[in-house]
């Protein structure tokens, strides 16, 4: 990525996909280049938390809500401490941001941290495009060298695709640290950080639980040392079936049966360590409004997700494993897809969406307090 320091409201700026197709706009953020995989959000809120979550890491965010930037940004609300997309893509941005805990603008922040966007562009005609072919590598060009499309196509071409791509250790924290429980310390949780997002440890420290978040690099070892109740895998970016480590750390937490929690990233970590396979999906689910069934209770849920891969597990029967019976709990209304496992003969779970949305929906909140339940019924 190459960033001017010209102003970016001034500058042209254009979308080239990697199957030719282009969109003209001006730069939003800063000027310069960016690639990664362009995706869409369908939130209308929350973009704040979008941008800071690094599952989010080396993929181009196409905002679908037509009108992005109105709260600004604040100092409270991001889930890590950086900006993680490679680029933004916004149709209108707000000239104004209006909220009593804005800091700054979007844009202004975008800038500040280096984020090249475009806006002013069909972001329609782009999901419908990214719907109908699927996601795909992309770049974002402005200023003064945007007048050769084919050039900047080959470019686009030469990115390195997502399927394939380890990124956990790329987003995760180098060190351990601990995050204490709120009130009464009740249970000690082991949280692999593949990409983990702020507000998660704060859910589980909620309930009193203290977390200790450790690299993605660790032993399974590490994990003991703590002496945790739980062990969680958080979310994050990238190929699930580049996730080796991981997956073998997982599967020696089933061995002791250890009370074990997955989201998202986590998931699909789950499935892998169960036997199953993982697949691309073809556009992915993205955003806070994604509907979800609970099958162990029949309850349908309004959620947050974002992941472009998912488990290949059978839905309508129970699998035998090397670590018990499983099954699919959750499954996406829209498209069947396994949003959800649990074990039947041991305490493990997760989901492939994000119960700690900090922007909503909250429906599935619940899901820190099964947790805790398994925690409480292993002890006893």
Known sequence: MTISTRGAAKAPAVLVLEDGRTF???????????????VFSTGMTGYQETLTDPSYHRQVVVMTAPHVGNTGVNDEDPESGRIWVSGYVVRD????????????????????QGVVGISGIDTRALTRHLRERGAMRVGIFSGDTIADEAALLARVEEAPEMVGADLSAEVATKETYVVPAIGTKKFTVA?????????????????GIEVHVLPATATLEEVYAVEPDGVF??????????????VSVMQGVLERKTPLFGICFGNQILGRALGFGTYKLKYGHRGINQPVQDRT???????AHNHGFAVDAPLDKVSDTKFGRAEVSHVCLNDQVVEGLQLLDQPAFSVQYHPEAAAG????????????????????
Not at 33 to 38: C, P, S
Not at 96 to 107: E, G, I, M, T, Y
Not at 192 to 205: E, S, V, Y
């Open 24 to 38: 003209r706009g001006r730069a939003y953020g800063a000027v310069g280049e960016t690639f990664g995989e362009a």
């Open 93 to 112: 941005p707000a000239r104004v941001p209006s909220n009593w805990r804005s800091r700054r603008s979007l844009d202004e922040e975008l800038e500040r």
């Open 191 to 207: 949280a692999i950080d593949l990409g983990i997002k702020g507000m998660t440890p704060h859910r589980m420290a909620e309930r």
């Open 233 to 246: 895998f958080s979310n994050g970016p990238g190929d699930p079936a580049t996730a080796d480590h991981p």
């Open 297 to 303: 209770t029949g309850k349908v849920e309004v959620t």
């Open 361 to 380: 929906p909250h429906d599935a909140a619940y899901l820190f307090d099964r947790f805790v339940t398994l925690m409480e019924g292993q002890r006893a």
